[in-house]
């Protein structure tokens, strides 16, 4: 065990709970500390409260080896050395990031502890937001017992745990040089790069990797409209770009774009970080825009194979935003969902993750007149088209005959190009990707 106690705060959320039991895996006393007090109870118990692979087991661990507390009670912190923010940044109507909860978690933490703390921000927050969460806590008089470290996190949901113990880099971004190296020192597998900074630079790491990806995406969607007009296939475009080495394989996927609680946030973030510089950036605004052009695209393909949407019955698969998860925050499926109910079609879902019973939790009032599936068979019974969201493996195994003879209309328009064009033209699907042309799907 390590002499460091430890702090989370945010500690029941999708990265502070992975923070906090990764940590005391490693043998620090980790102290998970979170304002959602029936999350906690349910933590307490060993239950993880969302899908994330492998997570359950390490708290479970974590709280066997009794070097994992959670906690609604932030006095709880008192003793820590080290406390890391792990509070969400949610979007604003105009795309600028919420820092309240980051605000109040600062100063909760300096208010509360003994001695001097390290506050370590792995919440995404814009570049300044250290410094001036560091002059904050100056006016409140609490600088004497907070130093603040800049400490992005990289995860994904659907591989966090993985993520947690096998990091691309380590950022660190710090005004103090000790600070700095405390955090570095508390998990820093050898060949990871850890990198020391300032905190401008560490924050627009964050910001600079995610709105990279996500222009990656953007860029081959934008790519896979050619291709469908001029029967080429993105799939095989993207394949061929993504053996240069400078470009590389990993996100060169076209589909129905990106979303979740990260990419399209931090992008909208960026976007009015530039605004508020006095830049403009028309290269990140364009990439948003293809990004949502992509959520319609794929509805204007059932309307121009099924005209007027009114009373059609369509079967969507998938509500993650990505397989390996259950999040719905920010997800691409139910602004597409929102489309086929308002034009008046009878929507059937299906989710591995998700059920009826998780529905109202995360959604409350949402939609209420969707329909449930068990299967993606059951799914697709007597209806008239299928439309797939998102890429859960299961949907790739689906049996292109035993749909085919599940539909009522052989239509299936797939958002995450699942399968191949001939094996479903095979079976008389009436099968349309994105970005696979005319010439390329026969
Ligand atoms: N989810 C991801 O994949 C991911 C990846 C990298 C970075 N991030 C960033 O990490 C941050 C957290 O994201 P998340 O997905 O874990 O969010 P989340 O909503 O899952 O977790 C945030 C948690 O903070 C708690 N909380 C809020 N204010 C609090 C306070 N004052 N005191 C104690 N607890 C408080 C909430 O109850 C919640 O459980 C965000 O800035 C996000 O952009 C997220």
């Given amino acids: 065990m390590h002499n460091l106690a430890v702090g989370v705060v945010g500690g029941g959320g999708h990265v502070g709970l992975v923070q ?31 899908y994330e692979p492998g997570l359950a087991e390490l708290v479970q661990s974590g709280l066997k080896s009794k070097l994992l507390e959670f906690t609604n009670k932030i006095e709880r912190l008192k003793k820590v050395d080290l406390a890391y923010i792990c509070t969400g940044t949610p979007s604003l109507p105009g795309g600028r990031a919420e820092l309240l909860q980051v605000e109040n978690a600062a100063t909760a933490i300096a208010r509360t502890v003994q001695k001097r703390v390290v506050i370590a921000v792995k919440s995404t927050v ?3 937001t250290a410094r001036r969460l560091s002059r904050m806590l100056g006016q409140l008089h609490l600088s004497e017992k907070a130093v603040l470290v800049s400490n992005p996190e990289f995860l994904s949901e659907g591989s966090a745990v993985n993520d947690f113990w096998h990091p691309s880099r380590i950022i660190i971004g710090a005004a103090d040089p000790e600070a700095a190296e405390m955090v570095a020192g508390i998990y ?13 630079n560490a924050e627009l790491i964050k910001y600079g990797s995610n709105a990279f990806l996500a222009l990656r995406i953007s860029f081959v969607n934008l790519l896979a409209r050619l291709c469908e007009k001029s029967g080429g296939d993105i799939r095989v475009v993207s394949k061929g770009m993504g053996f240069d080495p400078r470009i590389g394989p990993s996100y060169l996927e076209a589909g129905v774009g990106f979303s979740g609680p990260c990419l399209e946030k931090d992008l909208r973030s960026l976007i009015s970080q530039f605004q508020d510089a006095g ?7 364009a990439a948003l825009y293809i990004n949502q052009r992509q959520r319609h695209l794929v509805v204007s393909k059932l309307k ?9 019955k369509i079967a969507v698969l998938g509500l993650a935003f990505k397989p390996g998860t259950d999040d719905l925050r920010d997800t691409h499926t139910l602004p597409v969902i929102e489309q086929l109910v308002f034009a008046g079609a009878e929507v059937t879902v299906h989710d591995p993750m998700l059920t009826l019973i998780s529905w109202p939790r995360q959604m409350s009032a949402f939609l209420p007149d969707l329909r449930w599936a068990s299967s ?7 209806k008239d088209a299928l439309l797939i969201l998102t890429a859960w493996p299961e949907y790739r195994d689906l049996d292109p005959a035993k749909l085919k003879s599940c539909l009522a209309n052989p239509l299936v328009v797939d958002g995450r ?23 390329a799907g026969r």
């Fill in 20 to 50: 906090a039991a990764g940590l005391a895996s490693l043998g620090y006393y980790t102290i998970a500390y979170d304002l959602n007090a029936a999350w906690i109870k349910e933590l307490q118990k060993g239950n993880v409260p969302f």
């Fill in 126 to 128: 814009p570049v300044g």
């Fill in 188 to 200: 820093a597998p050898p060949q990871v790069p850890v990198i020391k900074t300032s905190w401008e």
């Fill in 279 to 285: 830049e403009e950036a028309p290269l990140l605004e």
């Fill in 304 to 312: 121009e194979s099924l005209g007027d949407l009114k009373g059609k």
């Fill in 376 to 382: 993606p068979y059951e799914a697709a019974e007597g």
């Fill in 417 to 439: 190009n699942l399968f191949e064009p001939a094996a479903m033209a095979a079976q008389g699907i009436d099968y349309l990707g994105v970005g696979i042309g005319t010439e």
